[in-house]
């Protein structure tokens, strides 16, 4: 008879290598499991990095053509910077922050855009201090937990711009000219400006009032949700993209209709500089912009390629903000465009070659040490080279040449390592000659005009 303690000792060390399988099986489980990107963030390679990074450049040099200076701020800012700058009551704030407390516990949020951080840098670096006007530009990640679709993104990237000190039309003149240049830089025939202007805090609280009241008579066509609105934000009926508004906003009285005078002639001040600067725009009243800091003027780009997403880049005159984050009062104007709008509008009209200059092949192990040497050499002289890393044969280098579409293939073996020479094959016209080595930089330079 097998006594009772033993028995239990055989039961116990069994559930116990049971547990343990069970542990082990479920870690090979969490091993195995796909680790894949968040929704609506998305990787940027080959070969879509190539029109990127083109872009990126074409970007950057119209700004700085007009004298903006870049300014990287960083991704994660105090939470509450965004509900001072970006309001309470907008939908980014409400619905689209990823906020998140800190090891710290200080409430954190990835940034949804960027003017509000443009404009905490301008505050805490005293920026107006040094000089009267200080225009900058940015182009970077920001998040918004939207619903992804295409054009829409969880992680997406803005280029924008700002211009802080100027309360005259001429700086709004100056934002939309910078962008209308850009996008004609890239042979874009979109998109169109549309332009409004949402009056100042002397001419809004009175339209406010005569909308309110317009609203109230309508509300079995408004959802729900928007009544609260109608007291806090009423202009925002004109984003709402439900169909029964959608029938009768174009009816709704229009801010364009109740501006001050001041308000007017600067609006009239900005229309006449555009055309001045052969700047095409149409009116639309119907303009309201989604962040809350805005006053006067306030335009978007949208083109009709871009489907249900159809806004390019939007902008305005916000002369509260700065003075809504803690500085001194400072009127300014900027504009925050879509990278990756940006990049479905110029996908089909514009070609990134991303063509390898030289590849350096090897034929034997001694050519092999030549040609990686060799290829330092022509970087150096601002050559885009490649050379075979993974010892592969002559044959498959000559496969990557092609694919790689480089433009000079350099053959190096024992025999030209003996020599001093170079064999270089051009591949476009598939001609082949004997190069001194001491010469096959120059020869290349010469070749590729650099
Ligand atoms: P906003 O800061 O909302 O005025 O946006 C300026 C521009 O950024 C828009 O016109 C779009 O081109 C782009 N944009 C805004 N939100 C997203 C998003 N979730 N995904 C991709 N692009 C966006």
């Given at each position: 008879?097998?006594?009772?303690?033993?028995?239990?000792?055989?039961?116990?060390?069994?559930?116990?290598?049971?547990?343990?399988?069970?542990?082990?099986?479920?870690?090979?489980?969490?091993?195995?499991?796909?680790?894949?990107?968040?929704?609506?963030?998305?990787?940027?390679?080959?070969?879509?990095?190539?029109?990127?990074?083109?872009?990126?450049?074409?970007?950057?040099?119209?700004?700085?053509?007009?004298?903006?200076?870049?300014?990287?701020?960083?991704?994660?800012?105090?939470?509450?910077?965004?509900?001072?700058?970006?309001?309470?009551?907008?939908?980014?704030?409400?619905?689209?922050?990823?906020?998140?407390?800190?090891?710290?516990?200080?409430?954190?949020?990835?940034?949804?855009?960027?003017?509000?951080?443009?404009?905490?840098?301008?505050?805490?670096?005293?920026?107006?201090?040094?000089?009267?006007?200080?225009?900058?530009?940015?182009?970077?990640?920001?998040?918004?937990?939207?619903?992804?679709?295409?054009?829409?993104?969880?992680?997406?990237?803005?280029?924008?711009?700002?211009?802080?000190?100027?309360?005259?039309?001429?700086?709004?003149?100056?934002?939309?000219?910078?962008?209308?240049?850009?996008?004609?830089?890239?042979?874009?025939?979109?998109?169109?400006?549309?332009?409004?202007?949402?009056?100042?805090?002397?001419?809004?609280?009175?339209?406010?009032?005569?909308?309110?009241?317009?609203?109230?008579?309508r509300l079995q066509d408004i959802p729900e949700d928007f009544h609260p609105r109608i007291q806090t934000n009423p202009q925002r009926i004109f984003d709402l993209k439900n169909e029964k508004v959608q029938k009768f906003a174009g009816q709704l009285p229009k801010l364009l209709d109740h501006l001050c005078g001041e308000c007017k002639t600067h609006f009239d001040s900005l229309k006449a500089h555009l055309t001045d600067l052969k700047v095409k725009y149409v009116v639309d009243p119907l303009i309201v912009r989604g962040l809350d800091y805005?006053?006067?003027?306030?335009?978007?780009?949208?083109?009709?390629?871009?489907?249900?997403?159809?806004?390019?880049?939007?902008?305005?005159?916000?002369?509260?903000?700065?003075?809504?984050?803690?500085?001194?009062?400072?009127?300014?104007?900027?504009?925050?465009?879509?990278?990756?709008?940006?990049?479905?509008?110029?996908?089909?009209?514009?070609?990134?070659?991303?063509?390898?200059?030289?590849?350096?092949?090897?034929?034997?192990?001694?050519?092999?040490?030549?040609?990686?040497?060799?290829?330092?050499?022509?970087?150096?002289?601002?050559?885009?080279?490649?050379?075979?890393?993974?010892?592969?044969?002559?044959?498959?280098?000559?496969?990557?040449?092609?694919?790689?579409?480089?433009?000079?293939?350099?053959?190096?073996?024992?025999?030209?390592?003996?020599?001093?020479?170079?064999?270089?094959?051009?591949?476009?016209?598939?001609?082949?000659?004997?190069?001194?080595?001491?010469?096959?930089?120059?020869?290349?330079?010469?070749?590729?005009?650099?």
């Open positions: 008879m097998i006594d009772q303690g033993l028995f239990g000792a055989i039961f116990l060390t069994q559930l116990v290598a049971r547990v343990k399988l069970a542990f082990m099986a479920e870690a090979r489980e969490k091993i195995q499991e796909k680790i894949q990107s968040i929704r609506g963030m998305n990787d940027i390679c080959d070969p879509e990095i190539h029109l990127w990074q083109n872009l990126e450049k074409t970007i950057r040099e119209t700004y700085e053509s007009f004298g903006f200076v870049e300014v990287r701020t960083p991704l994660l800012e105090p939470a509450n910077l965004f509900q001072r700058g970006v309001g309470t009551d907008t939908d980014i704030v409400e619905k689209e922050m990823y906020t998140f407390q800190d090891r710290n516990g200080d409430w954190i949020s990835l940034r949804p855009e960027g003017t509000a951080s443009v404009t905490r840098a301008l505050i805490e670096h005293q920026w107006m201090a040094e000089q009267q006007t200080v225009k900058v530009y940015y182009i970077g990640p920001m998040f918004r937990y939207e619903r992804p679709q295409k054009g829409r993104y969880r992680q997406f990237h803005q280029y924008g711009l700002e211009i802080f000190g100027v309360e005259n039309a001429k700086a709004d003149a100056e934002i939309i000219a910078a962008q209308s240049l850009l996008y004609e830089k890239l042979n874009l025939s979109e998109p169109e400006l549309r332009l409004s202007s949402v009056g100042c805090q002397n001419c809004r609280p009175a339209y406010k009032e005569i909308l309110k009241a317009e609203l109230g008579k805005y006053n006067r003027t306030a335009f978007e780009f949208t083109s009709q390629h871009l489907g249900a997403q159809s806004a390019v880049g939007g902008g305005g005159r916000y002369d509260q903000l700065v003075e809504n984050i803690g500085g001194k009062a400072t009127p300014g104007v900027g504009y925050a465009g879509g990278f990756e709008r940006l990049v479905l509008l110029v996908e089909q009209s514009l070609k990134v070659e991303n063509r390898f200059d030289a590849v350096v092949v090897s034929a034997d192990e001694q050519g092999a040490e030549a040609a990686m040497k060799l290829a330092m050499d022509l970087r150096r002289a601002g050559i885009k080279t490649e050379s075979d890393l993974a010892g592969r044969s002559l044959k498959s280098q000559m496969k990557r040449a092609d694919k790689l579409k480089a433009k000079y293939c350099l053959i190096l073996g024992s025999r030209e390592v003996q020599n001093g020479t170079v064999v270089i094959k051009d591949m476009d016209q598939h001609q082949q000659a004997e190069v001194s080595k001491n010469e096959i930089v120059e020869h290349i330079k010469k070749a590729l005009n650099v």
